[in-house]
């Protein structure tokens, strides 16, 4: 068999594979939907339970993925994203208990009334059904995607990316090992072949067997999902997040929470990539806030002539790509801007619309900032980092949506279902 032959039946397999798991999760998607919210819970609990006993397992086969990825060169950033440890694994089943705390939104009854003619009205929350998630170096995603996919009565087909697949392969081995436990189909939760990139194409375009694609990763994942589907998709961004400070502010607080949302973990999409410096503050301050970066280990991208006019140094000149880069790393671009208008108009120009921050003391300036900047999250005198489903007091999510259609924001159980209109009468015809 050729080379070229032997390609073909790859991907012939690979979509032959994609759409019979898609098949199989429709199939069982009615009767996810009609599971209690008691036993969803034991579900989740048990399932929690079980990524604790079998975390050497989870580990080994994560350390397969790590040791791969850095013999392909693999950012260090991505395997960051990519690395488990115990205290991970406790921390992704610690969500899963929090996911089986929360209200179940199905069945939730958001609107009502009886009309003139006697016939009850009311509009109830529903699954959507078969939710299928496009990801990148994730596993953690795996857990999570699964969590809220069943407390919210979905069936979910998970297509991570070949870098996690030894880890994705155990956790999802895992969780259908305790859905089969209730007797639950294991297709409650699946994994799906991630050889070719073609597979990403196959879930978007199953219309008529997957209900939502949620795509989560880089820009260029989340535009390959939105412009390819057919599936109705809920885009989730990327987060070029910036933090502006005021010259009428605590200096000392908008560092700390400058370098927080910078360094306490780079590689996640609500973390800071630009500081915005008010040209009213004092030369001495500008400096402090550009060497507190750098002390933490920041590497300062920016108009070299601007920063150095205030003492800076070892300032790498930024390109007009520098300012709308989602670094995920242990970099910043640094800009400073004439008040609080002219930050406004550097965030519309680049910002991704996830999270934008402004250190202030003067509440008229914090107002204008919330009511001006387009974005799903504004943070006022607050670390972009709390732009979290867990912070947000909803458990895992399953991304942070930038778009501004039927879920923004953090998205957790209630943006993972639909509605539908339920009309009780008792024999009411129309005239």
Not at 2 to 21: C, F, G, M, P, Y
Not at 293 to 307: D, F, K, N, S
Not at 396 to 425: D, V, Y
């Amino acid at each position: 068999m050729t080379s070229q032959n032997s390609d073909t039946r790859i991907r012939e397999n690979e979509r032959e594979e994609v759409l019979a798991k898609a098949a199989a999760a429709k199939k069982v998607a009615p009767e996810v939907a009609q599971l209690g919210t008691g036993v969803k819970n034991q579900i989740l609990l048990a399932a929690a339970e079980a990524l604790i006993e079998r975390s050497a397992e989870i580990i080994k086969a994560n350390e397969e993925d790590i040791a791969s990825g850095r013999a392909n060169g693999l950012e260090e950033s991505l395997i960051d994203r990519l690395s488990l440890d115990n205290d991970r694994i406790e921390g992704i089943a610690y969500g899963l208990r929090q996911v089986a705390g929360l209200t179940d939104p199905v069945g939730e009854v958001l609107r009502g009334h009886v009309m003139e003619n006697g016939i009850q009205m009311r509009q109830i929350r529903v699954p959507l059904g078969v939710m299928g998630m496009v990801y990148e170096a994730r596993p953690n995603v795996t857990v999570d995607a699964f969590g809220l996919a069943l407390k919210s009565g979905n069936v979910a087909l998970l297509r991570g990316s070949s870098t996690a697949v030894h880890s994705n392969t155990v956790l999802v081995g895992i969780l259908q090992d305790v859905v089969a436990r209730f007797d639950l189909p294991r297709e409650t939760v699946q994994l799906l072949p991630c050889e070719t990139r073609d597979s990403v194409q196959d879930l978007i375009t199953a219309r008529g067997l997957v209900d939502v694609v949620i795509p989560r990763g880089g820009a260029g994942l989340i535009n390959a999902v939105v412009m390819g589907a057919t599936v109705p998709t809920i885009e989730t961004g990327t987060g070029n997040c910036h933090f502006y400070i005021d010259a009428e502010g605590d200096l000392d607080s908008a560092i700390a929470m400058l370098i927080n949302g910078k360094t306490r973990r780079c590689s996640v999409c609500n973390a800071t990539e630009t500081a915005l410096i008010d040209a009213a503050l004092p030369d001495a301050d500008k400096l402090k806030i550009v060497q507190a970066l750098q002390e933490a280990g920041v590497t300062i991208h920016g108009r070299v002539a601007e920063l150095e006019a205030f003492g800076a140094t070892d300032v790498i000149e930024a390109t007009e790509t520098d300012w709308d880069s989602e670094y995920l790393s242990f970099d910043i671009a640094v800009a400073v801007v004439d008040g609080v208008d002219a930050a406004i108009d550097h965030i519309e120009k680049y910002s991704t619309h996830h999270t934008e921050a402004i250190a202030t003391s003067n509440v008229f300036t914090a107002q204008r900032f919330a009511d001006r900047v387009d974005a799903a999250a504004v943070m006022i005198n607050a670390s972009t980092a709390f732009t979290d489903g867990e912070q947000y007091g909803m458990g895992a999510e399953i991304g942070i949506s930038t778009q501004k259609l039927h879920a923004r924001g953090p998205m957790a159980l209630p943006e993972l279902t639909s509605t539908k209109w339920i009309l009780q009468g008792t024999g009411q015809t129309r005239p």
